[in-house]
């Protein structure tokens, strides 16, 4: 298997801009969640679904943020507009029946 | 979410050294416990996990030991090595592992 594949790896974009990140989560497994990784903040989870259905979006910061997931091969979080502030780095991970969690690579999102 | 406060944020050993990472956490109904290693430019990955039923658990030079009266845990790495240098999270939940909150990261660095 190929793991959780995110994309893209690397985002640079200038603030006002909308910022599409995309998610694969491993076949087979039914929970995917999208994480924000800072220094200030360090790991927060933003949404979490589970079978494609948002059951958790409490930590999604601000209407600027949604997230989708139209399948269970695909995910997509969307920031618009974009702000400095949100330069992070997103990963998306995913777990078949809950507790392990395997994440992707990240992607490292700048907002200029 | 409720905090999980990991210390200290960053830990340098010796080769063949104890490397001792501690957590303490608020929210009672936590029940999993689990410990993600990350390395630069990768995801996390879990590591170990342990359940409050049990005081400790241990997987290879990796330990947990769980205090459930204090509200803590720590992760024991034993024989430090250097590929072991990555940065530790210790996290809880209280929905079949979903709803992860992450303490701030441990950076440790295993010199040779």
């Known amino acids: 298997d190929a793991g959780v594949i995110q994309s893209p790896r690397h985002e640079v974009t200038e603030m006002g801009q909308e910022v599409t990140l995309r998610c694969k989560p491993i076949?087979?497994?039914?929970?995917l969640f999208w994480y924000r990784q800072t220094m200030m903040r360090g790991l927060e989870l933003l949404i979490y679904f589970n079978n494609n259905v948002p059951i958790d979006d409490s930590g999604m910061p601000e209407d600027r943020f949604s997230a989708k997931m139209p399948n269970a091969s695909f995910s997509t979080l969307k920031i618009q507009p974009s702000e400095p502030r949100d330069s992070a780095v997103y990963f998306c991970?995913?777990?078949?029946?809950?507790?392990?969690?395997?994440f992707g690579p990240g992607t490292r999102l700048t907002v200029l | 979410q409720q905090q999980v406060k990991q210390s200290p944020q960053s830990l340098i050993v010796q080769k063949g050294g104890i490397s001792i990472i501690n957590c303490a956490y608020e929210?009672?109904?936590?029940?999993?416990f689990p410990w993600y290693q990350q390395f630069p430019g990768k995801g996390p990955a879990l590591l170990i996990a342990i359940r409050p039923d049990v005081s400790e658990k241990k997987e290879g030079r990796f330990t947990i030991s769980f205090n459930k009266s204090a509200k803590q845990f720590s992760l024991h790495i034993m024989d430090s090595q250097p590929g072991d240098s990555a940065t530790y999270f210790c996290a809880g939940s209280n929905n079949a592992g979903n709803m992860l909150t992450f303490g701030g990261g441990t950076r440790l660095m295993v010199k040779p």
């Open positions: 076949s087979g497994h039914n929970s």
């Open positions: 929210n009672t109904a936590f029940d999993y």
């Open positions: 991970a995913s777990s078949s029946q809950g507790f392990e969690q395997f």
